[in-house]
């Protein structure tokens, strides 16, 4: 089993910047190979942002945020960040930390294995 908590979440006005954390604890055999962020608005699908693969620390976003956000790993390999800069109101939603065992990258939410609880992210304009 692993748990996973996010914290960092808040409100900022647009042009603003967050840092989300997702820490994970427990295990599993074999241990998860990415963290993923994922978000969901009001009314619109759960959507992947970034991942991070734990083993060589390889990065990959969506293109609505790329250039903005920055996802990086501990050196634990434990607590996945999400630096958000130049945030806009069309990154208001619930963001939500994600793994997944396998390593080939994958933005459809069925095939991550835990989730945490997520945390808010409201931008104003």
């Known amino acids: 089993q692993v748990q996973l908590v996010e914290s960092g979440g808040g409100s900022v006005q647009a042009g603003g910047s967050l840092r989300l954390s997702c820490a994970a604890s427990?295990?599993?055999?074999?241990?998860?190979?990415?963290m993923t962020w994922f978000r969901q608005a009001p009314g619109k699908e759960r959507e992947g942002v970034a991942v991070?693969?734990?083993?060589?620390?390889?990065?990959y976003y969506d293109d609505s945020v790329k250039g903005r956000f920055t996802i990086s790993l501990d050196d634990p390999k434990t607590t996945a960040y999400l630096q958000m800069n130049n945030l806009t109101p069309e990154d208001t939603a619930m963001y939500y930390c994600?793994?997944?065992?396998?390593?080939?990258?994958?933005?459809?939410?069925?095939?991550?294995?835990?989730w945490g609880q997520g945390t808010q992210v409201t931008v104003s304009s």
């Open positions: 994600a793994t997944r065992k396998w390593c080939n990258l994958s933005w459809r939410a069925s095939d991550y294995d835990y």
């Open positions: 427990g295990h599993t055999t074999p241990p998860p190979c990415l």
């Open positions: 991070i693969d734990r083993g060589d620390r390889f990065t």
